[in-house]
């Protein structure tokens, strides 16, 4: 009941999931480990950022030191991750070094799992973001 209540809280799309998804989610728990596993997500060690050592670093200081090209892909619907907080990611991905790339994608009709919601829209945005010709000259 209480993976249900989350995923009807997560999913704009409720047809997206099933019992079998949320078996699967249970699953994980009931493995060596499996409690663990989830409970570090919500007590996991601080942030460590290269460079900052005088203040706890925070999500934007890890946003602005990821060194490579970053595509956000979010459900338009998402309760959790709103477009707000999407435009602080972007304005601190913008202070990074230049000649990194970072682009945002909305999907209509998607809550906080795109890829589970639109798989499709997913699966045709991440194919047109690797096969573009920033991404073959970062791998080259």
């Given at each position: 009941?209480?993976?249900?209540?989350?995923?009807?809280?997560?999913?704009?799309?409720?047809?997206?999931?099933?019992?079998?998804?949320?078996?699967?989610?249970?699953?994980?728990?009931?493995?060596?480990?499996?409690?663990?596993?989830?409970?570090?997500?919500?007590?996991?060690?601080?942030?460590?950022?290269?460079?900052?050592?005088?203040?706890?670093?925070?999500?934007?200081?890890?946003?602005?030191?990821?060194?490579?090209?970053?595509?956000?892909?979010?459900?338009?619907?998402?309760?959790?991750?709103?477009?707000?907080?999407?435009?602080?990611?972007?304005?601190?991905?913008?202070k990074r070094l230049p000649g990194k790339v970072h682009r945002y994608i909305e999907i209509e009709n998607a809550g906080h799992c795109p890829n589970h919601?639109?798989?499709?829209?997913?699966?045709?945005?991440?194919?047109?973001?690797?096969?573009?010709?920033?991404?073959?000259?970062?791998?080259?």
């Amino acid at each position: 009941g209480t993976i249900e209540q989350y995923l009807k809280a997560a999913y704009s799309n409720t047809k997206a999931f099933n019992t079998e998804l949320m078996n699967q989610i249970r699953g994980c728990t009931l493995g060596n480990g499996g409690h663990a596993a989830f409970a570090s997500i919500l007590w996991s060690p601080p942030l460590q950022v290269p460079g900052i050592q005088k203040r706890k670093p925070d999500f934007k200081d890890c946003l602005r030191a990821v060194n490579c090209d970053v595509m956000l892909v979010f459900g338009k619907d998402d309760p959790w991750c709103k477009p707000a907080f999407a435009k602080a990611m972007m304005e601190a991905l913008d202070k990074r070094l230049p000649g990194k790339v970072h682009r945002y994608i909305e999907i209509e009709n998607a809550g906080h799992c795109p890829n589970h919601e639109a798989p499709k829209a997913v699966a045709s945005i991440l194919d047109a973001w690797i096969g573009s010709p920033t991404a073959r000259d970062q791998s080259s």
